[in-house]
């Protein structure tokens, strides 16, 4: 069975260092890569709302996914991506679940305490209910 590794990419720096770490994890462990970027919605928000904000999304990163892909191609390896719809700890851990991810890769974008109090951490959530290992990659 090949080694399966999830990237969660936002377009933030610090998911670009993860996208760089998945990168050369996957070629390491000559595994398959599969990218995962996530929209998320404001609360509440309408049908028609949501409709527009998830297509705005899917062509933001699909813009993203252009460079991604020629990184990828350029370390020798294939990567799959996606985007998801949703909040983004729920659905990381769902496609790694689905996808069954041997390990997950993923940034943190290193926000104050208060906020990170108030909204939790993604990454956090992500390590606690993860069935895989995580490796959490800080920005600069």
């Known amino acids: 069975m090949t080694y399966q590794v999830l990237c969660a990419y936002d377009g933030s720096p610090s998911a670009g260092q993860a996208f760089d770490f998945a990168v050369t994890l996957a070629k390491n462990f000559q595994a398959e890569l599969r990218v ?15 409709e527009a904000l998830f297509d705005s999304g899917r062509e933001r990163f699909a813009k993203l996914f252009e460079h991604l892909r020629a990184r990828a191609a350029h370390a020798g390896l294939q990567a799959e991506f996606e ?20 390990h997950i890769v993923l940034g943190h974008r290193g926000t ?10 993604v990454s956090n959530r992500v390590i606690a209910y993860a069935t895989s290992v995580v490796t959490v990659v800080r920005g600069t």
Not at 36 to 50: G, N, R, W, Y
């Open 36 to 50: 995962l970027s996530v929209v998320q919605a404001a609360e509440p928000a309408e049908d028609l709302e949501t």
């Open 83 to 102: 985007v998801a719809f949703g909040h983004p700890a729920e659905q990381i851990l769902y496609h790694a679940d689905q996808w069954k991810a041997d």
């Open 112 to 121: 104050n305490t208060f906020k990170r109090w108030l909204m939790g951490s």
